[in-house]
């Protein structure tokens, strides 16, 4: 099952993008890196070039990896990272994965690049235990910035962030909870990952907008957020823990106000005083 492509140079992930998702309270990879025990067994599907391999040993934890990833560019910078690492999609390795009993599955950013979402994560399901954790990661078509631009008439594909290219699916939160209960996994936790609308790939022109509808999108939670972070797991009952990661409303209307004509006016003034 096709899973996804993107360029080559987004691949070469240096030490100082390591650092910077440490140091990113809303990024998916860090925050899957600290929910990770050590001691545990873990499937990367869609690992890239090891990203989560290698925040995990930045964080002092000993486990056992194992990946799974399309692109041979990608693997071919992971494969030092992982005990087994499959090149080629999920569907492909079905009887290996059969063969472990893994703790966690770990599918970041990967669901929007399936064809068939459902058909998918089933076929993966029907080969791990009942006591495995799933971590799944999805960017949010709802975030104020997709919001902005249509307003605006654009709706731009990019190499990397919400709109990129090869995304063949688009997620909000109830279509994501939608899924998992179609597939009849429960949500333990719901990881909401917040950016600011002026710090992603949308442009200033893409997000001009009156104060008022800015100030508004960001006061709501989903508007702010640009990922999801999924914990599931086979649960029969559970009450779902929500968390909240990253910029909240204050940071992003005081950014918004540098957009704004009579604030700029204020500015070149002052820096021509």
């Known amino acids: ?13 240096g030490d100082s993008v390591i650092e910077s998702i440490i140091t990113d309270a809303a990024h998916p990879l860090g925050l899957i890196s600290k929910i990770i025990p050590d001691g545990s067994k ?5 690992a890239g070039s090891g990203v989560l391999a290698r925040l995990l040993v930045r964080a002092g ?17 992971a494969l030092p990272l992982y005990r087994h690492l499959y090149v080629g999609y999920a569907g492909e390795f079905i009887a290996k994965i ?21 058909a998918f994560m089933s076929e993966i399901l029907d080969c791990l235990g009942d006591e495995v954790k799933i971590l799944i990661s999805v ?16 709706f731009s594909y990019v190499d990397s962030g919400l ?3 090869t995304h063949l699916r688009f997620f909000t939160l109830s279509s994501a909870l939608s899924l998992f209960e179609g597939l009849a996994i429960k949500v333990e936790n719901i990881s ?5 609308f002026y710090r992603t790939e949308f442009s200033r022109k893409e997000l001009a ?5 800015i100030i508004s999108l960001a006061l709501n939670r989903e508007a702010r957020a640009y990922q999801y972070l999924f914990a599931l797991s086979r649960a029969t009952s559970i009450d779902v823990e929500i968390s909240y990661h990253g910029a909240g409303p204050l940071k992003i209307i005081f950014e918004s106000l540098v957009a704004w004509p009579w604030v700029m006016r204020l500015v070149r003034k002052y820096r021509g005083a």
């Open 42 to 46: 873990i499937l990367d599907v869609g």
């Open 192 to 196: 909401i990952l917040g950016r600011s």
């Open 209 to 213: 907008s009156n104060p008022f509808r």
């Open 98 to 118: 059969k063969e472990e009993n893994y703790d966690y599955v770990v599918l970041a950013d990967v669901m929007e690049h399936t064809p068939d979402p459902m």
């Open 139 to 154: 960017p949010n078509v709802a975030f104020g910035g997709v919001r902005l631009a249509l307003m605006n008439g654009r």
């Open 1 to 13: 099952m096709t899973m996804f492509s993107r360029p080559e140079k987004n691949y070469a992930i």
């Open 61 to 77: 934890k000993s486990v056992v990896i194992d990946g799974v990833e399309p692109n041979r560019f990608a693997a071919s910078f």
């Open 163 to 165: 709109l990129e290219r």
